[in-house]
């Protein structure tokens, strides 16, 4: 196999023009699958017998669920490769992808909300997932806080990059202490993990939503990366060339 | 090991030659403390079960407030350069000021909470575990609060941020700690959650001190 | 002092940015055993930031650091414990004496500590009487002594020291000058920083220029 030539696909220049090139073809493509994936949920999979039409919130609370951790988990990767490799990139696409991320976390706790009061009459319920969310959301704003306090970007990458990597390592810690807590107080009994048994429909419906939301963050990712770069670079010469970048151009 | 003895003992000596530091954290703590049943009303039930959670949350909040200090003074003074260029690994140099800060801040909380636990008519058992929870539990605060500090040392806004990025961290030690306590309360014994605790103990020893050194150096840079 | 791979500090093609700013490249200096280098330039050129380059407390944006012809990565233990730094901070506490803080600071570099010799090298730098108070009741001039005292106590070879004479009266300054004069008579190293005009004789002493030309 031919070797893939890294330090040229992670100098910001080249990065730049291939996320341009990307991003766009990826937010189509998120938007369509989103609609197909909304069409599934909402239209084609059928009533479920226990709890009604007020179920369909899955479709979006489990994508998001599972897009909030997974962009944590992303986000320490690329933390890992800036602290080892001290790549210019990879700490700011650790940094694009935290908006996103706090996106989904807050996104999944309001569906959760949503969710839990018709079901169960409550707006929130201290389920052991719901919580888990939460503090994610709590590591993600952490992230986000000292990322943009910082002044000078490199120190901003790698103080983001040490946060997420101890992040990542503290989830699966803090998820288990939180069920531990979740079940020794048994005022909790209702459960949000306790989700309809699928039929094929709703799997399909759910994973449409998944891939739509996995473009959505690679769009979002690309496009937001490409920005931070022009912040970045924006006293080299090629960024001075760009098109973009001439007086009288509008961005 | 001679330079961390040398640091822990600076700390501790600096420290006592100026006590109000070390005394308003641990006034903070008794004053949140008695704060709780001005709020919440006198009646005993109510106090013996919020008091293992309040005086939890009280150890919490009052190790924040002095985690704040562990290494902005050294920042300001130069001498955290020093350790820098010491040729001392910096891990140990970190042991010596996490060390430092538990003597300082942890300990007093613990020696205290008996005193504290009266307030809450809190019976001889309960008071047991929960000293003893703090006991291995207020030096996991400081271990991975030390992080924390390290990543926020002289940014603006420093306090709260700190407070931002490192209470999540600290959510499973608050869960077994005060989980000790109520699951004495509640007839099931408090060896699991204690346990557990020293777990994190471990675990938190074996690690915040390098990842500390990593936030340090990312810091001064 | 002799070594047999005595060759001291060496950079190559060293860049330094900061703040976005290049403020140099492709250095190349070289400090042998019986050197001194005097770092000059206006505010804002470079010189703290060389400073911390040379120490490692901050990393090049490109170049290299030798020491004794080894690339420093490979010998950086051995560089911290032949280097000492002495920087704007004083890097003393003010709650401790000034005997405590020279112990503290032969602790943490792992070096032999007296009593005797801590407060002959104070009464060097013209502290007398003093070395038990606590520093907050001592002068700024006074802390500086008591900082350039660790000259006298250590044994390290290269000497990086960023505004020395700061704060100094005449009669500390020609003390300090005496102290890195001998120091270089012996085959050590001392790079330096200072606005001041200083004349150093004996030995080979140079000065750089950073900034614009």
Known sequence: MRRIPWTHYAAPQTFYGLAGVWWPPLAGLALALALAGMWVGFMVAPTDAQQGEGYRIIFVHVPASWMSMIIYLAMAFWGVVCLVFRARLAGMLSQALAPTGALFAFLSLWTGALWGKPMWGAWWVWDARLTSELILFFLYIGFIALTSAIEDPRRADRAGALVAIVGAVNVPIIYFSVKWWNTLHQGASVSLTRAPSMAQTMLWGMLLMALACWAYTVAMVLYRTRSLILQRERHTDWVAQLPECQPGVRA | MNALWSLLRRDVLLALRRPSEVLTVVFFFVVVAALFPLAVGPERTTLRMLAPGVLWVGALLASLLALNRLFEADHRDGTLEQMLLSGTPLTLLVVAKIAAHWVLCGLPLVLLVPLLGVLFDLSGDALGVLALSLLIGTPVLSCLGAIGAALTLGLRGGGVLLALLVLPLFVPVLVFGAGAVEALAAGLGSGAHLSVLMALLLLSGLFSPWACAQALRIALE | ?213
């Open chain 3, 1 to 213: 002092m002799a070594q047999v791979n005595a060759l001291g500090l060496q950079t190559r093609d060293l860049a330094c940015a900061r703040g976005g700013k290049t403020l140099f490249a492709g250095l190349n200096l070289s400090v042998v055993p019986g050197q001194s280098l005097h770092l000059q330039g206006d505010n804002g050129s470079g010189k703290t930031s060389l400073l911390r380059l040379l120490c490692g407390l901050s990393e090049p944006a490109a170049g290299e650091l030798l020491w004794d012809g080894a690339p420093m990565a490979l010998v950086r233990e051995t560089y911290l414990r032949e280097m000492l730094y002495l920087g704007h901070a004083l890097a003393l506490k003010e709650g401790l004496s000034a005997l405590e803080n020279l112990h503290f600071a032969a602790a943490l570099m792992d070096q032999a500590w007296s009593i005797d010799a801590a407060t002959a090298a104070l009464r060097q730098m013209g502290l007398r009487e003093r070395e038990h108070l606590p520093l907050q009741v001592l002068s700024q001039g006074q802390k500086r002594r008591v900082a350039l005292a660790r000259l006298c106590l250590s044994p390290a070879r290269l000497w990086l020291l960023d505004e020395p004479f700061v704060a100094l009266d005449s009669a500390a300054c020609t003390v300090l000058q005496g102290l890195m004069q001998a120091h270089v008579a012996q085959g050590g190293m001392v790079v330096f920083t200072s606005h001041q005009a200083v004349e150093l004789s004996g030995g080979d002493n140079r000065s750089l220029r950073l900034g614009a030309p």
